[in-house]
Nanobody, 118 residues
Framework: QVQFVESGGGLVHPGGSLRLSCAVS????????MGWFRQAPGKQRELVTT???????NYADSVKGRFTISRDNAKNTVYLQMNSLKPEDTAVYYC????????????WGQGTQVTVSS
């Protein structure tokens, strides 16, 4: 089993920035990749961004150019730098590990709340 502990969320004004962290209980280098997801009230959880084992990144169109995913294999930690935040970015943010053909883990951390409001 694997555990994810997300942190760094908070309340920020539109246009502001936050940096989220996700500490993983196993070596993140053992996974195919890592991803950040978010779930807004009343909506399904959606994939925001991914980073592969080799460092290739992908972003949802809604966050492209504003969010940056990165990883520190030595610390087993994944980061999400969020700039130019918008009210529609308000959600609980989660990270998870891509196991390849098995997909992402069914277990999730507690997430970290991001609220963008004036």
């Amino acid at each position: 089993q694997v555990q994810f502990v997300e942190s760094g969320g908070g309340l920020v004004h539109p246009g502001g920035s936050l940096r989220l962290s996700c500490a993983v209980s196993r070596s993140i280098d053992s996974f195919y990749g890592m991803g950040w997801f978010r779930q807004a009230p009343g909506k399904q959880r959606e994939l925001v961004t991914t980073i592969s084992k080799g460092g290739t990144t992908n972003y949802a169109d809604s966050v492209k150019g504003r969010f940056t995913i990165s990883r520190d294999n030595a610390k087993n930690t994944v980061y999400l730098q969020m700039n130019s935040l918008k009210p529609e970015d308000t959600a609980v943010y989660y990270c998870n590990a891509d196991q390849g053909y098995r997909g992402y883990f069914n277990s999730w951390g507690q997430g970290t709340q991001v609220t963008v409001s004036s």
